[in-house]
T-cell receptor
């Protein structure tokens, strides 16, 4: 049962524009959310996180928004750069320690 | 380097053989996790080690899978009598294991192919 869903398998954005990656979750006990970025043949690397007590967290070009009532979060990248092209995974955790991952969204930023 | 390392990076084996996958966590990290990613899927939790506590094996898909962690550091994931559905990328992660939420740092993974 997929508790974290990324419904867009792929996204293509022009360099300089905003990339918006979406994630939905079903478990209301999740209280911490993370985004990971993965290049081919490498492990996922942590990008940004947000606690359920916040609705926004910003780090440079990356901002994560959390809408708890909708059980929805999104990652905004602005401006997008070709080096941002990768697979982005949304992950969530509750009181346990295991991360629950979505299937990922492949982002392509074109020059 | 100071990151999580895994070996081998690639492993091709025949159905029915046993395989061992190794993970070296970040020095000082007390928590260690194994995940696997099958083709087109997200990462699936397998097992968790925290310090000297008994591991949480709740994610292991069958009794053919086992893992150990020696001396609170290096971990080995063993798959016995491999099946074709075991083909996946096996990822190890570690974290400081402190109270509260901590990001997990991943290794590059071992790509296992069972013929």
């Amino acid at each position: 049962d997929q508790q974290v869903k990324q419904n867009s398998p792929s996204l293509s954005v022009q360099e300089g524009r905003i990339s918006i990656l979406n994630c939905d979750y079903t478990n209301s006990m999740f209280d911490y959310f993370l985004w990971y970025k993965k290049y081919p043949a490498e492990g996922p690397t942590f990008l940004i996180s947000i606690s359920s007590i916040k609705d926004k967290n910003e780090d440079g070009r990356f901002t994560v928004f959390l809408n708890k009532s909708a059980k929805h979060l999104s990652l905004h990248i602005v401006p997008s750069q070709p080096g941002d092209s990768a697979v982005y995974f949304c992950a969530a955790k509750g009181s346990g320690y295991a991360l629950n991952f979505g299937k990922g969204t492949s982002l392509l930023v074109t020059p | 380097g100071a990151g999580v390392s895994q070996s081998p990076s690639n492993k091709v084996t025949e159905k029915g053989k046993d395989v061992e996958l190794r993970c070296d966590p970040i020095s000082g990290h007390t928590a260690l996790y194994w995940y696997r990613q099958s083709l087109g899927q997200g990462l699936e939790f397998l097992i968790y080690f925290q310090g000297n506590s008994a591991p949480d094996k709740s994610g292991l898909p069958s009794d053919r899978f086992s893992a150990e962690r020696t001396g609170g550091s290096v971990s080995t994931l063993t798959i016995q009598r491999t099946q074709q559905e075991d083909s996946a990328v096996y990822l190890c992660a570690s974290s400081p294991g402190l109270a509260g939420h901590n990001e997990q740092f991943f290794g590059p993974g071992t790509r296992l192919t069972v013929l």
